[in-house]
């Protein structure tokens, strides 16, 4: 993986089929996805439960590209060798999920994977100032962690901004993550973010039989999002 802050679109694959992850990671990617973001939720941090590493390394084969892992779990440090060795490329944990996440960050790293800190809606951006040096991508929840579709929270926007002032010229991804769709995005984009995770907005209207409104939508959302750059 190397880095830039080019526009990426990460399809979620929590809006996929979830009797067909392969498939629907191959249809994504084919379509024009740049990473797949695997949204692993554990019934605790957050109110729902999506699936663990067993099913990360089965899917792990049908992705080319980067698989961004991020966590919605707790603890986090008990499972982070069994999501490298599953093969994420990075592995996002919440601030919020415990007391140690420098420790959880620099474990990551030591797995072999790259660092991802993500913020609930409502932690500042003030308290990923002291991890800056220790994450490679910062992921903005515009939405509560636990489920797709929900509505973007726009009071995020200014967090966004102040994180891309903070993280000044270090080479950490912004990635937003919720309710990003092509209305929004040019919004996130403005502020700094260069990594979109959308769910409901890139499988709405498609099927792995029927792959082609994926594509639509992952055009569209980046099409918005590069008239924002401008
Ligand atoms: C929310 C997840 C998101 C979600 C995004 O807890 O982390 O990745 O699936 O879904 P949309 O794009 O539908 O808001
Ligand atoms: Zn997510």
């Given at each position: 993986m190397t880095f830039d802050r080019s526009i990426k679109i990460a399809p979620s694959?929590?809006?996929?089929?979830f009797a067909a992850f392969g498939a629907e990671c191959e249809a994504v990617e084919a379509q024009g996805a740049d990473w797949v973001h695997v949204d692993v939720m554990d019934g605790h941090f957050v109110p729902n439960i999506s699936f663990g590493p067993a099913t990360c390394a089965a899917i792990r084969p049908h992705i080319k590209g980067v698989m961004d892992v991020h966590l919605m779990i707790a603890p986090v440090d008990p499972y982070i060798d069994a999501f490298a060795d599953a093969g994420a490329d990075i592995i996002t944990a919440h601030l919020?999920?415990?007391?140690?996440i420098h420790r959880t960050l620099q474990a990551i790293r030591g797995a072999g994977a790259r660092a991802g800190l993500a913020l609930n809606?409502?932690?500042?951006?003030?308290?990923?100032a002291a991890l800056l040096d220790d994450v490679d991508l910062v992921c903005v929840m515009t939405?509560?962690?636990?489920?797709?579709g929900q509505r973007f929270i726009q009071s995020q926007i200014g967090k966004i901004r102040r994180l891309r002032e903070m993280i000044d010229d270090r080479p950490v991804h912004i990635e937003i993550d919720g309710g990003i769709d092509p209305t929004t995005a040019p919004d996130v984009v403005d502020a700094g973010a260069d990594v979109l995770v959308a769910g409901s907005a890139v499988f709405?209207?498609?099927?792995?039989?029927?792959?082609g409104p994926y594509g639509e939508n992952i055009r569209a959302i980046r099409a918005a999002a590069e008239a924002a750059r401008r």
């Amino acid at each position: 993986m190397t880095f830039d802050r080019s526009i990426k679109i990460a399809p979620s694959i929590l809006a996929a089929d979830f009797a067909a992850f392969g498939a629907e990671c191959e249809a994504v990617e084919a379509q024009g996805a740049d990473w797949v973001h695997v949204d692993v939720m554990d019934g605790h941090f957050v109110p729902n439960i999506s699936f663990g590493p067993a099913t990360c390394a089965a899917i792990r084969p049908h992705i080319k590209g980067v698989m961004d892992v991020h966590l919605m779990i707790a603890p986090v440090d008990p499972y982070i060798d069994a999501f490298a060795d599953a093969g994420a490329d990075i592995i996002t944990a919440h601030l919020e999920a415990g007391p140690h996440i420098h420790r959880t960050l620099q474990a990551i790293r030591g797995a072999g994977a790259r660092a991802g800190l993500a913020l609930n809606p409502g932690t500042p951006a003030e308290a990923a100032a002291a991890l800056l040096d220790d994450v490679d991508l910062v992921c903005v929840m515009t939405v509560n962690p636990g489920f797709g579709g929900q509505r973007f929270i726009q009071s995020q926007i200014g967090k966004i901004r102040r994180l891309r002032e903070m993280i000044d010229d270090r080479p950490v991804h912004i990635e937003i993550d919720g309710g990003i769709d092509p209305t929004t995005a040019p919004d996130v984009v403005d502020a700094g973010a260069d990594v979109l995770v959308a769910g409901s907005a890139v499988f709405k209207g498609g099927s792995v039989r029927e792959p082609g409104p994926y594509g639509e939508n992952i055009r569209a959302i980046r099409a918005a999002a590069e008239a924002a750059r401008r």
